[in-house]
């Protein structure tokens, strides 16, 4: 049972760790291909990657070309599913880390209460 649940950590934190990875990559390459495509600098064309895949959108830069236009498209359909992930992935280590101590905690209290009983 021990080597289960030391397995099921190691693939929450594969996934934590891939969810990480995979968001990074899309950031940069998404910067880069912007830059590129739009002519943007740099930093512009970060800001406006990390500005659709987290869906706020302020607007004060787009696209101005048709292939800019046509990758944003496709770029923020796996993006932002791609940031989904990412937080789920999260909330899942999160919730699990939560049940895991609130679980030890009422362990400990019904082990204290059947002591004190006996």
Wanted: neutral net charge; glycine residues 6%.
């Amino acid at each position: 049972m021990g080597e289960d649940i030391k397995k099921k950590e190691i693939d929450l934190f594969r996934s934590f760790a891939f969810a990480i990875v995979i968001l990074l990559i899309l950031i940069f390459v998404g910067a880069i291909i912007y830059s590129h495509i739009e002519e943007w600098n740099y930093l512009d064309s970060l800001y406006f990657t990390v500005v659709t895949l987290t869906t706020i959108g302020y607007g004060e830069i787009v696209p101005q070309t048709n292939l800019g236009k046509i990758f944003t498209m496709f770029f923020s359909f796996f993006g932002i599913a791609m940031v989904f992930y990412f937080f789920s992935v999260i909330g899942k280590y999160v919730f699990k880390k939560t049940f895991e101590k609130k679980l030890e905690e009422h362990h400990d209290k019904l082990l204290k209460h059947i002591k004190e009983n006996k």
